[in-house]
Protein backbone atom coordinates (compact mmCIF):
# COMPACT_ATOMS: atom_id res chain seq x y z
CA UNK A 1 0.00 0.00 0.00
CA UNK A 2 1.05 3.69 0.06
CA UNK A 3 3.22 4.15 3.04
CA UNK A 4 4.16 7.69 2.18
CA UNK A 5 2.10 10.55 2.45
CA UNK A 6 2.41 14.32 3.01
CA UNK A 7 0.57 16.88 5.41
CA UNK A 8 -0.63 19.22 2.88
CA UNK A 9 -1.51 18.71 -0.55
CA UNK A 10 -1.22 22.58 -1.55
CA UNK A 11 1.88 25.04 -0.47
CA UNK A 12 1.39 28.76 -1.19
CA UNK A 13 4.56 31.16 -0.61
CA UNK A 14 5.76 34.52 -1.75
CA UNK A 15 8.90 34.96 -3.74
CA UNK A 16 11.48 35.38 -1.43
CA UNK A 17 10.44 33.12 1.56
CA UNK A 18 11.55 29.78 2.82
CA UNK A 19 9.33 26.82 1.89
CA UNK A 20 9.27 23.99 3.88
CA UNK A 21 7.38 20.46 2.72
CA UNK A 22 6.92 18.14 4.71
CA UNK A 23 6.33 13.78 4.51
CA UNK A 24 5.22 11.26 7.10
CA UNK A 25 5.85 7.56 6.08
CA UNK A 26 5.15 4.44 7.96
CA UNK A 27 7.88 1.59 7.19
CA UNK A 28 10.43 2.12 9.90
CA UNK A 29 12.64 -0.13 7.55
CA UNK A 30 12.97 2.31 4.46
CA UNK A 31 16.66 3.54 4.44
CA UNK A 32 16.37 5.79 1.71
CA UNK A 33 14.76 8.57 1.05
CA UNK A 34 14.44 11.08 -2.30
CA UNK A 35 12.42 14.41 -3.29
CA UNK A 36 11.49 14.69 -6.48
CA UNK A 37 10.29 18.35 -8.41
CA UNK A 38 7.52 17.44 -11.17
CA UNK A 39 6.80 20.45 -13.43
CA UNK A 40 3.67 20.45 -15.31
CA UNK A 41 3.78 18.91 -18.22
CA UNK A 42 7.10 17.19 -17.03
CA UNK A 43 8.86 13.86 -15.69
CA UNK A 44 9.57 13.90 -11.58
CA UNK A 45 13.12 15.54 -11.47
CA UNK A 46 15.75 14.39 -8.59
CA UNK A 47 16.57 16.75 -5.96
CA UNK A 48 18.22 15.81 -3.27
CA UNK A 49 18.42 12.17 -1.36
CA UNK A 50 18.95 10.93 2.23
CA UNK A 51 19.98 7.72 3.85
CA UNK A 52 18.48 6.03 7.05
CA UNK A 53 22.15 7.46 8.98
CA UNK A 54 21.86 10.94 8.06
CA UNK A 55 19.19 13.20 9.72
CA UNK A 56 20.25 16.35 6.97
CA UNK A 57 21.51 16.96 3.80
CA UNK A 58 22.07 20.15 2.04
CA UNK A 59 22.02 20.75 -1.12
CA UNK A 60 22.08 24.50 -3.40
CA UNK A 61 19.21 25.69 -2.05
CA UNK A 62 17.26 23.34 -0.38
CA UNK A 63 17.55 20.84 2.44
CA UNK A 64 16.64 17.45 3.32
CA UNK A 65 15.62 16.70 6.67
CA UNK A 66 15.23 13.05 8.28
CA UNK A 67 13.53 12.17 11.85
CA UNK A 68 13.39 8.82 11.83
CA UNK A 69 12.13 8.96 15.38
CA UNK A 70 8.59 10.36 14.38
CA UNK A 71 8.99 9.09 10.74
CA UNK A 72 9.04 12.02 9.21
CA UNK A 73 10.84 13.63 6.38
CA UNK A 74 10.72 17.55 5.07
CA UNK A 75 12.45 19.62 2.09
CA UNK A 76 13.20 23.17 2.69
CA UNK A 77 13.38 25.51 0.18
CA UNK A 78 15.68 28.93 0.82
CA UNK A 79 14.49 31.92 -0.86
CA UNK A 80 11.89 30.46 -2.94
CA UNK A 81 11.81 31.68 -6.50
CA UNK A 82 8.56 30.99 -9.01
CA UNK A 83 10.17 28.74 -11.15
CA UNK A 84 10.27 26.54 -7.82
CA UNK A 85 6.11 26.13 -8.49
CA UNK A 86 5.49 22.79 -9.24
CA UNK A 87 4.80 19.42 -7.53
CA UNK A 88 7.18 17.66 -4.93
CA UNK A 89 7.01 14.24 -4.40
CA UNK A 90 8.61 12.05 -1.40
CA UNK A 91 9.43 8.74 -2.15
CA UNK A 92 11.06 5.96 0.04
CA UNK A 93 12.67 2.47 0.08
CA UNK A 94 13.56 -0.63 1.91
CA UNK A 95 16.59 -2.14 1.18
CA UNK A 96 16.70 -1.48 -2.44
CA UNK A 97 13.17 -2.31 -3.55
CA UNK A 98 11.15 -0.57 -5.58
CA UNK A 99 10.27 3.39 -4.54
CA UNK A 100 7.02 4.28 -3.03
CA UNK A 101 5.73 7.49 -4.24
CA UNK A 102 3.88 10.03 -1.31
CA UNK A 103 0.51 12.01 -2.71
CA UNK A 104 2.82 15.20 -3.63
CA UNK A 105 2.13 18.40 -2.48
CA UNK A 106 2.19 21.58 -5.04
CA UNK A 107 4.25 24.42 -4.08
CA UNK A 108 2.93 27.91 -5.76
CA UNK A 109 5.37 30.93 -5.17
CA UNK A 110 4.02 34.30 -5.82
CA UNK A 111 5.99 37.49 -6.78
CA UNK B 1 21.14 14.06 -25.97
CA UNK B 2 17.90 12.77 -24.10
CA UNK B 3 18.43 10.63 -20.95
CA UNK B 4 14.92 8.94 -21.01
CA UNK B 5 13.11 9.26 -23.96
CA UNK B 6 9.56 8.01 -24.33
CA UNK B 7 6.80 8.06 -27.52
CA UNK B 8 4.51 8.98 -28.47
CA UNK B 9 3.89 12.12 -25.81
CA UNK B 10 0.22 11.85 -26.35
CA UNK B 11 -2.36 8.71 -27.34
CA UNK B 12 -5.59 9.16 -27.55
CA UNK B 13 -7.37 5.76 -28.34
CA UNK B 14 -11.02 3.84 -28.60
CA UNK B 15 -11.85 1.34 -25.72
CA UNK B 16 -10.77 -2.14 -26.38
CA UNK B 17 -8.09 -0.91 -28.66
CA UNK B 18 -4.36 -2.15 -28.32
CA UNK B 19 -1.46 0.41 -27.98
CA UNK B 20 2.20 -0.07 -27.03
CA UNK B 21 4.46 2.74 -25.46
CA UNK B 22 8.01 3.01 -26.33
CA UNK B 23 10.83 4.08 -23.77
CA UNK B 24 14.63 4.65 -24.59
CA UNK B 25 17.29 5.72 -21.92
CA UNK B 26 20.77 6.17 -22.99
CA UNK B 27 22.30 6.64 -19.64
CA UNK B 28 23.81 3.03 -19.70
CA UNK B 29 21.70 2.14 -16.38
CA UNK B 30 21.00 -1.41 -15.57
CA UNK B 31 17.37 -0.89 -14.36
CA UNK B 32 13.80 0.74 -16.34
CA UNK B 33 10.60 1.15 -14.66
CA UNK B 34 7.03 1.82 -15.60
CA UNK B 35 4.92 4.12 -13.88
CA UNK B 36 1.61 5.06 -14.14
CA UNK B 37 0.14 8.63 -12.69
CA UNK B 38 -3.50 9.27 -11.72
CA UNK B 39 -5.34 12.43 -12.25
CA UNK B 40 -5.13 12.89 -8.64
CA UNK B 41 -0.90 13.11 -9.37
CA UNK B 42 -0.39 9.81 -7.98
CA UNK B 43 2.70 7.91 -8.81
CA UNK B 44 2.68 3.92 -8.68
CA UNK B 45 5.15 1.51 -9.78
CA UNK B 46 3.28 -0.97 -12.12
CA UNK B 47 7.05 -3.22 -13.77
CA UNK B 48 11.03 -2.76 -13.09
CA UNK B 49 12.94 -4.41 -15.30
CA UNK B 50 17.18 -5.14 -14.66
CA UNK B 51 19.18 -6.40 -17.59
CA UNK B 52 16.06 -6.78 -19.28
CA UNK B 53 15.09 -9.77 -16.52
CA UNK B 54 11.20 -8.68 -14.88
CA UNK B 55 12.25 -8.06 -11.37
CA UNK B 56 9.39 -5.99 -10.24
CA UNK B 57 5.49 -6.69 -11.18
CA UNK B 58 2.72 -4.99 -9.25
CA UNK B 59 -0.36 -5.65 -8.81
CA UNK B 60 -1.27 -4.41 -12.40
CA UNK B 61 -3.98 -6.36 -14.93
CA UNK B 62 -2.35 -8.38 -17.62
CA UNK B 63 -3.47 -6.47 -20.27
CA UNK B 64 -0.11 -4.97 -19.20
CA UNK B 65 2.87 -6.30 -20.74
CA UNK B 66 5.93 -5.03 -20.45
CA UNK B 67 9.10 -5.87 -23.38
CA UNK B 68 12.29 -5.46 -22.83
CA UNK B 69 14.24 -6.49 -25.92
CA UNK B 70 17.68 -5.02 -24.56
CA UNK B 71 18.94 -2.88 -21.52
CA UNK B 72 18.14 0.62 -23.07
CA UNK B 73 14.34 -0.06 -24.26
CA UNK B 74 11.37 -0.80 -22.04
CA UNK B 75 8.21 -0.83 -24.07
CA UNK B 76 4.93 -1.04 -22.56
CA UNK B 77 1.87 -2.89 -24.69
CA UNK B 78 -1.50 -2.68 -23.19
CA UNK B 79 -4.26 -4.55 -24.78
CA UNK B 80 -8.02 -4.16 -24.71
CA UNK B 81 -7.85 -0.41 -23.56
CA UNK B 82 -10.34 0.68 -20.63
CA UNK B 83 -11.32 3.90 -19.87
CA UNK B 84 -9.46 3.50 -16.45
CA UNK B 85 -6.21 3.05 -18.22
CA UNK B 86 -6.35 6.93 -18.82
CA UNK B 87 -3.23 8.21 -17.21
CA UNK B 88 -0.04 9.83 -17.41
CA UNK B 89 2.98 6.54 -17.85
CA UNK B 90 6.54 7.36 -17.08
CA UNK B 91 9.40 5.23 -17.93
CA UNK B 92 12.74 5.69 -15.66
CA UNK B 93 16.27 4.07 -15.26
CA UNK B 94 18.47 4.18 -12.70
CA UNK B 95 22.07 2.37 -11.93
CA UNK B 96 20.26 0.86 -9.00
CA UNK B 97 17.67 0.94 -6.96
CA UNK B 98 17.75 4.11 -5.99
CA UNK B 99 18.02 7.40 -7.73
CA UNK B 100 15.68 7.21 -10.55
CA UNK B 101 16.01 9.06 -14.02
CA UNK B 102 12.27 9.93 -15.39
CA UNK B 103 11.20 10.42 -19.11
CA UNK B 104 8.75 12.85 -19.86
CA UNK B 105 5.66 10.86 -19.51
CA UNK B 106 3.36 9.76 -22.06
CA UNK B 107 -0.50 10.93 -21.43
CA UNK B 108 -2.97 8.24 -22.23
CA UNK B 109 -6.79 8.93 -23.14
CA UNK B 110 -9.02 6.72 -23.80
CA UNK B 111 -12.38 7.45 -25.24
Known amino acids: GESVGLHLPTLSVQEGDNSIINCAYSNSASDYFIWYKQESGKGPQFIIDIRSNMDKRQGQRVTVLLNKTVKHLSLQIAATQPGDSAVYFC??????????FGKGTTLSVSS | DTAVSQTPKYLVTQMGNDKSIKCEQN?????MYWYKQDSKKFLKIMFSYNNKELIINETVPNRFSPKSPDKAHLNLHINSLELGDSAVYFCASSPHYNEQFFGPGTRLTVL
Open chain 2, 27 to 31: LGHDT
Open chain 1, 91 to 100: AETEAGTALI
